[in-house]
């Protein structure tokens, strides 16, 4: 898999020259070179380079440029909901190796270092829980039944995404109105805060679809409050 410019990648801060960044990409599990300047760690003056990153610390980056060998990261343009994603899916591959390793041992880094030639630890291992003969062409069929075995009794952690929104209006029967519109929402769990302002969550397997479920609903909601002559606003 090939790095390419819009890209979310992993790196760890290897040092830190001046005003710029060295970082190490975990590019399907083989270190590479990149670099982030001064105006790219966060947006505004940066009085403390060390206040947002600091030598062997794990950040979440997004490739602006990739000239030869160079690649130019940036810190400030990932989102929060970025950052979560990549932090999850390292956290996962990291369980994945350790399954692995508890089935066939010291194996395991040259097993892990054949797969990564091709692909991503996550994306193998979702793809193996669908069809097992993925795994049976690297370890022997016993030891895949195996690792089959310990990822089918896993039980996945759900994703929780949650916002926050106003919803208003003036009309007499307001109350009753509101109480009908969000009665009708079915897929998310909504939680009156104070005067107006609620809360909103939805969950998932993965995040992503976690957080297309909210943004369908939020979107339903936007639209008929309009009809309704609601107020209503995302926080």
């Known amino acids: 898999m090939e790095l390419e410019v819009g890209d979310v990648v992993l790196c760890t801060v290897d040092r830190i020259e001046k005003t710029i960044v060295f970082v190490k990409i975990e590019n399907l599990g083989k270190p590479t070179d990149g ?7 966060a947006p505004g ?3 403390n380079i060390r206040d947002y990153v600091v030598p062997k610390k794990k950040i979440v980056c997004k490739i602006l440029r990739i000239s030869g060998d160079r690649i130019d990261l940036s810190l400030r343009r990932v989102t929060q909901k970025e950052k979560k994603e990549v932090m999850e899916r390292d956290k996962q591959e990291r369980s994945y190796i350790s399954i692995l390793k508890s089935v066939i041992g010291d194996k395991v880094k040259d097993i892990v270092k054949q797969i990564r030639e091709k692909e991503t630890i996550y994306d193998f291992f979702e793809e193996i829980k669908k069809d097992s003969k993925k795994i049976e062409k690297l370890i022997s069929k016993k030891d895949a039944e195996k690792v089959l075995t310990i990822l089918k009794s896993q039980k996945k952690k759900k ?7 106003t919803l208003k209006t003036t009309e007499p029967n307001g109350l009753v109105l509101i109480k009908k519109l969000l009665g009708n929402i079915k897929d ?4 009156y805060i104070s005067a107006g ?3 909103i969550k939805t969950e998932s397997e993965e995040i992503k679809k976690a957080d297309q479920k909210l943004q369908d609903i939020l979107e339903k ?7 309704n002559n609601m107020l209503f606003s995302l926080k």
């Not at 909601?221 to 009809?227: N, R």
């Open 197 to 199: 302002k609620y809360s």
């Open 35 to 41: 670099s982030i300047i001064m105006s790219e760690i």
């Open 45 to 47: 003056r940066i009085r």
């Open 188 to 191: 998310a769990e909504i939680n």
């Open 159 to 165: 994703s929780i995404i949650k916002k926050y929104f």
């Open 221 to 227: 909601l936007s639209k008929e409050s309009k009809k």
